[in-house]
């Protein structure tokens, strides 16, 4: 027989939930994961058979780095240009055409790890998983609180989430540029989806029994040249490390009847890959101290 805890996974995944099916790596189309396997042609690690996530509790294992089905490596390594773009299609079961990503109030992250030599050699068991996040979205209260839409009820919050913007506005489509300041060589681009929707309580519902942050990490093997001359090592974060069980907790939902009115993005901050940071500090400066004597 099943263990209550193994019950209450299965209908935690019963709900709405995906897999990144498509990726655009530099203008060039690739398949993406299938439910449970991996497809000839594509970049995209495997997810798990019911497209679920990787609950709270096991932020601190591997499943983090690449999923619960992304530890073993794909047969494409896509070639990108550092400077160009990824875009990735959540496939779902919401939407006006019923397979955009099913879920709205969460945030989008975006992280680089290094494969150490050929991605197809990556174990995500390999303690030197080491990440470092180079773009990010949650609740953007610049934006007006949106309607109803195509979700089965209105997302919380005074602004506009990530993940609503993907789908409501994007076609569940995500885009995020390989910073130009790459070093050449092999990576994974660990893109992830944050959904908060059962953060409140951590015990779960009814309809999710397992509570908590549903963390949704998808691996892209990437082969990133053409860099323009100018490399910029940023600080790693083992992957393992980016997240802590003691901050699942996160009501989404109070103060009501709007919802939080600010978010904390968790994991390390966007690193700054520009390569002229001291240069730009430099020329603030002078800029300042030339404002500064025109008008005294």
Same mark, same amino acid.
């Given at each position: 027989?099943?263990?209550?805890?193994?019950?209450?996974?299965?209908?935690?995944?019963?709900?709405?939930?995906?897999?990144?099916?498509?990726?655009?790596?530099?203008?060039?189309?690739?398949?993406?994961?299938?439910?449970?396997?991996?497809?000839?042609?594509?970049?995209?690690?495997? @997810?798990?058979?019911?497209?679920?996530?990787?609950?709270?509790?096991?932020?601190?294992?591997?499943?983090?780095?690449?999923?619960?089905?992304?530890?073993?490596?794909?047969?494409?390594?896509?070639?990108?240009?550092?400077?160009?773009?990824?875009?990735?299609?959540?496939?779902?079961?919401?939407?006006?055409?019923?397979?955009?990503?099913?879920?709205?109030?969460?945030?989008?992250?975006?992280?680089?790890?290094?494969?150490?030599?050929?991605?197809?050699?990556?174990?995500?068991?390999?303690?030197?998983?080491?990440?470092?996040?180079?773009?990010?979205?949650?609740?953007?209260?610049?934006?007006?609180?949106?309607?109803?839409?195509?979700?089965?009820?209105?997302?919380?919050?005074?602004?506009?989430?990530?993940?609503?913007?993907?789908?409501?506005?994007?076609?569940?489509?995500?885009?995020?540029?390989?910073?130009?300041?790459?070093?050449?060589?092999?990576?994974?681009?660990?893109?992830?989806?944050?959904?908060?929707?059962?953060?409140?309580?951590?015990?779960?519902?009814?309809?999710?029994?397992?509570?908590?942050?549903?963390?949704?990490?998808?691996?892209?093997?990437?082969?990133?040249?053409?860099?323009?001359?100018?490399?910029?090592?940023?600080?790693?974060?083992?992957?393992?490390?980016?997240?802590?069980?003691?901050?699942?907790?996160?009501?989404?939902?109070?103060?009501?009847?709007?919802?939080?009115?600010? @978010?904390?993005?968790?994991?390390?901050?966007?690193?700054?890959?520009?390569?002229?940071?001291?240069?730009?500090?430099?020329?603030?400066?002078?800029?300042?101290?030339?404002? @500064?004597?025109?008008?005294?």
């Amino acid at each position: 027989m099943l263990s209550k805890l193994a019950l209450a996974s299965l209908a935690a995944y019963a709900s709405a939930h995906g897999i990144v099916s498509q990726v655009m790596v530099g203008g060039q189309w690739y398949n993406g994961a299938n439910y449970g396997s991996t497809n000839d042609n594509s970049p995209v690690r495997g @997810f798990p058979y019911d497209g679920g996530y990787v609950p709270y509790y096991n932020v601190n294992t591997d499943d983090i780095v690449c999923g619960a089905n992304g530890h073993g490596s794909v047969p494409v390594t896509a070639t990108v240009n550092a400077g160009d773009d990824v875009k990735l299609r959540w496939h779902g079961d919401r939407g006006p055409t019923g397979d955009y990503w099913g879920h709205y109030e969460g945030s989008v992250m975006d992280y680089l790890m290094r494969c150490d030599g050929d991605c197809s050699n990556f174990q995500t068991s390999y303690g030197n998983a080491r990440v470092y996040k180079i773009w990010e979205a949650g609740l953007d209260t610049s934006q007006p609180r949106p309607d109803q839409g195509f979700w089965p009820s209105r997302p919380q919050g005074d602004g506009l989430w990530a993940m609503d913007d993907m789908s409501r506005n994007w076609g569940s489509w995500h885009t995020v540029t390989i910073p130009a300041t790459t070093a050449p060589g092999q990576y994974m681009l660990r893109h992830e989806l944050l959904a908060l929707q059962a953060a409140s309580n951590l015990a779960g519902t009814a309809e999710t029994p397992i509570g908590g942050p549903q963390y949704y990490p998808a691996c892209v093997q990437l082969n990133v040249v053409n860099n323009s001359g100018n490399v910029v090592y940023p600080p790693e974060t083992p992957v393992r490390e980016i997240y802590s069980t003691g901050d699942a907790q996160v009501n989404i939902y109070t103060p009501a009847p709007n919802g939080i009115e600010h @978010f904390d993005i968790p994991g390390p901050n966007v690193v700054n890959t520009s390569p002229y940071k001291r240069s730009a500090r430099r020329a603030d400066r002078h800029a300042r101290r030339e404002a @500064f004597g025109k008008t005294h």
